[in-house]
Nanobody, 124 residues
Framework: QVQLVEAGGGLVPAGGSLRLSCAAS???????MAWFRQGPGQDREFVAG?????????VYRDSVVGRFTISRDYAKSTLSLEMNNLKPDDTAVYYC?????????????????WGQGTQVTVSS
């Protein structure tokens, strides 16, 4: 049975840091995984992703480059997102997702498993 469980959200001041984690069960090492987020009144958007074990490449949306770092432990089936220098615009519910494809895709439709989400709030 597939299950994705996120943890690590919270309230931080601007400039602060948070680390999100996603415990994945039933997800093959060969598929891509990613973090998405959905801010208040906004569409869900891609944040960062990692390819399956054959490539292990990380991909980021432009606005988080240099601030966020995604990592994946293929053996332990975990996905993490280290977020530094957080900004109020980063406020959102963050979701862990798994794709049936081996390379990272940017669209919601390309992911078939989702976690329940974890709230990240950055105060100004």
């Amino acid at each position: 049975q597939v299950q994705l469980v996120e943890a690590g959200g919270g309230l931080v001041p601007a400039g602060g840091s948070l680390r999100l984690s996603c415990a994945a069960s039933g997800i093959p090492q060969t598929v891509a995984m990613a973090w998405f987020r959905q801010g208040p009144g906004q569409d869900r958007e891609f944040v960062a992703g990692m390819n399956g074990i054959s490539s292990r490449t990380a991909v980021y949306r432009d606005s988080v480059v240099g601030r966020f770092t995604i990592s994946r432990d293929y053996a332990k089936s975990t996905l993490s997102l280290e977020m530094n220098n957080l900004k109020p615009d980063d406020t959102a519910v963050y979701y862990c997702a798994a794709s049936p494809y081996d390379y990272v895709r940017y669209y919601i439709r390309d992911y078939n498993y989702w976690g329940q989400g974890t709230q990240v709030t950055v105060s100004s």
